[in-house]
């Protein structure tokens, strides 16, 4: 608004539009599981686990997106998710 470049948000489709309305509400009701579970666990199991959600994102779009996983992409993965679990059996 500030540059007067918003008049493209008239142009937005309804598709886009509901999209953007269940990405919020499942955002939302992330942030709300997530409080839930670290007033019922020590924060130091339930942050870790969250974090693995990255395995979901990655899986998800070589899945949909047939998005290719580089060796070096692949290897920081493992050593992201080994390191979480170290994280969360200490």
């Given at each position: 608004m500030i540059t007067k470049t918003g008049n493209g948000?008239?142009?937005?489709?309804?598709?886009?539009?509901?999209f953007l309305v269940l990405s919020g509400l499942a955002t939302g009701a992330s942030w709300l599981c997530y409080y839930h579970a670290l007033q019922s666990g020590p924060a130091s199991v339930v942050v870790p686990i969250d974090k693995l959600s990255i395995l979901i994102t990655v899986a998800f779009s070589w899945i949909v997106f047939q998005e290719k996983l580089t060796k070096k992409a692949g290897a920081g993965l493992i050593m992201l998710t080994v390191g979480t679990i170290f994280l969360t059996i200490l």
């Open positions: 948000i008239v142009h937005i489709s309804q598709k886009t539009i509901l």
